[in-house]
C-alpha cells in the first residue's frame, strides 16, 4: 500500500514554515489509481505556479521599474 500526504503536514515536512492541525492522507490500493495521483498533482502544481505568477505579477513589474530607475539615477 502507498500513500500520500498533501497540505500543510506535506509542506512542514519539507520545510516550509507553515502550521496546520489537519493530516490530509490518500491511500492509493493499484498501481493505476498512483498514476492517476501523479498526474492529477501535476497538473495541480502547474495551476498553482500559474496562479503564484499572476499574484506576483504587479509586484516584480513595480520592482523591475524601481531597479530601472535606480540604474538610470547612478549612471546620470
Known amino acids: ?4 500526504i498533501m497540505g500543510g503536514q506535506a509542506c512542514i515536512l519539507y520545510g516550509a514554515a507553515e502550521f496546520s492541525r489537519n493530516l490530509d492522507l490518500l491511500r492509493a490500493s493499484q498501481k493505476g489509481e498512483i498514476h492517476s495521483i501523479e498526474i492529477a ?6 495551476i ?7 499574484y506576483w505579477a504587479p509586484l516584480r513589474a513595480e520592482l523591475e521599474k524601481w531597479r530601472q530607475e535606480r540604474r538610470l539615477k547612478k549612471s546620470a
Do not use: I, S, V, Y
Open 41 to 46: 498533482l501535476q497538473e495541480e502544481e502547474q
Open 48 to 54: 498553482e505556479k500559474e496562479a503564484d505568477r499572476l
Open 1 to 4: 500500500m502507498r500513500f500520500l
